[in-house]
């Protein structure tokens, strides 16, 4: 399958857990404390609750599946998502989504899954068990037709010789092309701390990559806590501003420079913003890398030039802007389907019309991606 002559690899295509996902799947000493899937007339409903009710992983403001939150993109979704909802969310339904839009290779990550591990100080043993349930089930999603939907498995940043464990189970056992963690999971720490050591040395060993994929909602610290409960304004700074700070601990914080092999991808975030990102951490590190920059032997952007992909929109029109100042190398192509912002069923479609040359198209749409997740 191709689009317009291109093949396409979507790098952050997302599923719809069933409801019952940690139920089913989780180890019986933690059944009765997994959270639950909720309900309701809004058939892209991706809460999850506790046992007693409360929300999981989400703002206790969150006030999105109120008739507030109810406007003309909520109506145009509700339309679009129906018959996908009514029949499951199925392996078979993203497969006919890949083939509405032209995608000839998938890379999944969750919905629900993303608000699992987002409580707060979560006990490391139960967070890990949430990891390999997920895990488990999605392995069986993907078993429908592995060459086209292809694993990123979930693991725990609050312990991290649980998370090497499952690092090295999703890759050894499950065959995953990635791991993902949310940028903004770990208070506390940063990702340069010297605790997580071990888990990027256990990625490098395994070459498999990972995936920093943070979301608009957190029931632990997120920037978008400023606008709560303003959606508009959250979602606006949430994924970005989590995920900069994300590729600022890896790039001026060390870990790449000691972890040469490490290769990490910060996805539905926009690109837009890379080109003074990275020239703001090259200037810091000229002024006071000499102290504070000792792992550093050249500039945080040549480590993410090195060592970092970031997605695109389908129609992120900067994206020019970008490649004019980092090339076309390191930016990875995302549909979203099926969240709110996705362009489904014209994200290809809208990418193709962005103003740049056909040969950058190519790498962002399948070379890249391909070069990210180890595909032939």
């Not at 940690?22 to 892209?44: C, F, H, M, Q």
């Not at 999105?64 to 993109?73: C, F, I, K, V, Y």
């Not at 550093?296 to 970008?322: C, H, I, N, T």
């Not at 100042?325 to 962005?354: M, N, W």
Request: hydrophobic content about 40%.
């Amino acid at each position: 399958m191709t689009k317009d002559g291109m093949k396409v690899l979507d790098s952050d295509m997302h599923l719809m857990e069933p409801v019952d996902l940690w139920e089913r799947y989780i180890d019986a000493r933690y059944k009765a404390d997994a959270p639950r899937g909720l309900t309701s007339d809004n058939v892209r409903d991706l809460r999850l609750a506790h046992p007693d009710g409360r929300y999981w992983g989400l703002p206790a403001s969150h006030n999105r599946n109120s008739e507030q939150h109810r406007g003309h993109n909520f109506a145009k979704n509700q339309g679009i998502y129906r018959s996908h909802a009514e029949r499951g969310w199925s392996a078979e339904v993203q497969l006919e989504a890949m083939d509405t839009e032209g995608i000839d290779v998938a890379v999944l990550y969750p919905t629900r899954g993303l608000q699992a591990l987002s409580e707060p100080r979560m006990e490391p043993k139960l967070a890990d068990a949430l990891a390999r349930a997920y895990n488990n089930w999605l392995y069986d999603f993907c078993e429908k037709n592995p060459n086209r939907l292809l694993g990123a498995g979930m693991i725990s940043p609050f312990d991290v010789d649980l998370a090497v464990a499952e690092a090295r189970r999703c890759a050894k056992e499950l065959g995953f092309r990635a791991v993902f963690m949310r940028s903004s999971t770990m208070e506390g720490r940063n990702w340069y701390d010297k605790y997580f050591e071990p888990l990027w040395s256990t990625l490098e060993e395994l070459k498999i990559p990972v995936g920093f994929h943070e979301s608009s909602s957190s029931a632990a610290r997120q920037t978008g806590d400023l606008f709560e409960p303003n959606f508009m304004l959250r979602r606006a700074v949430a994924q970005p501003m989590e995920q900069m700070l994300g590729l600022v601990s890896i790039c001026s914080g060390g870990v790449l420079a000691r972890h040469p092999n490490l290769r990490a991808a910060f996805l539905e975030a926009n690109c837009t913003w890379l080109p003074w990102l990275l020239w703001r951490l090259d200037e810091g590190w000229e002024r006071e890398g000499d102290i504070w920059g000792k792992d550093l032997r050249m500039a945080p952007s040549k480590y993410f030039k090195r060592q970092v992909f970031v997605s695109v929109e389908p129609d992120e029109a900067g994206v020019k802007y970008v490649i004019d100042y980092i090339g076309a190398d390191r930016l990875v192509f995302s549909t979203d389907y099926p969240h709110g912002d996705s362009k489904y069923p014209q994200a290809v479609e809208s990418f193709l019309q962005l103003k740049i040359s056909d040969d950058e198209k190519r790498k962002i749409l399948w070379d890249n991606c391909a070069e990210f997740y180890h595909v032939s």
